[in-house]
């Protein structure tokens, strides 16, 4: 019988308004054998959400019962409620030969190294403070009060693009995917985070 080969676990990080979204759906709809990892949530679900396809919806006791098992790679608390990514899930997608996505923030791509050293995490910027600005306003959906709330955490969380394997930014979004895409390919070495050329714009970024 034919050895299916394990899959690789990538995360991917990015501000609020770097675009990290809509590359990732991008992503997933040209890579072939490339799926995202269903969360745990204690939120109760939307109108359109299916148990297990968009998150797996749990109890908050249930949570923390799988909390003290130890069953997640990752978790934490948003406002009220708690995500957590599963071990066994991400695991049975690897064994499956898949390639499995993780999309969180840097707080848990922490938490996901230290749980699997092998895996591949990126960080998405966007091209200047600005623009970012710019994006978070076309959103259309915040207050001047939130988007200068998110400006402040953006500048906070993109300090952190260096505990990151690759950086990429996003300034065209073409470009930024195919970047994506060589990472996913293992040909990213030029995106690596510690590429000298990255220091003027985090400079700006996080001023």
């Known amino acids: 019988m034919q050895q299916v080969s394990t899959g690789r676990l990538f995360v991917i990080s990015a501000p609020s308004g770097a675009g990290k979204t809509s590359l990732v759906r991008a992503l997933l709809a040209s890579q072939a054998g490339l799926v995202v990892s269903v969360s745990h949530t204690t939120r ?3 109108a359109h959400e299916v148990d297990g396809r968009d998150y797996y919806f749990v109890s908050v006791e249930r949570f923390s019962q799988l909390v003290a098992a130890g069953a ?13 990514t599963g071990r066994e899930q991400v ?26 050293p092998d895996c591949v995490s990126i960080f ?22 939130v988007i200068a709330r998110r400006l402040r955490d953006a500048a906070s969380d993109m300090a952190h693009y260096s ?12 470009t930024a995917l195919a970047q994506l895409r060589d990472i996913v390919a293992g040909r990213g070495e030029a995106l690596r985070s510690s590429r000298a050329a990255l220091a003027p714009l985090i400079a700006q970024l996080v001023a």
Not at 93 to 107: A, F, K, M, R, S
Not at 130 to 142: F, G, K, M, V, Y
């Open 72 to 84: 997640f790679l990752e978790h934490a608390q948003v406002f009220d409620n708690f995500y957590g």
């Open 124 to 145: 998405i910027l966007p091209p200047s403070r600005p623009e970012l600005e710019a994006r978070l306003r076309n959103r259309q959906t915040d207050s001047d009060e």
């Open 91 to 116: 695991q049975a997608q690897l064994d499956n030969g898949n390639n499995v996505l993780l999309e969180i923030d840097w707080q848990g791509a922490r938490q996901v190294r230290a749980a699997r």
């Open 44 to 46: 109760p679900p939307r």
């Open 163 to 174: 505990e990151f394997d690759y950086t990429v930014v996003n300034d065209q979004f073409e």
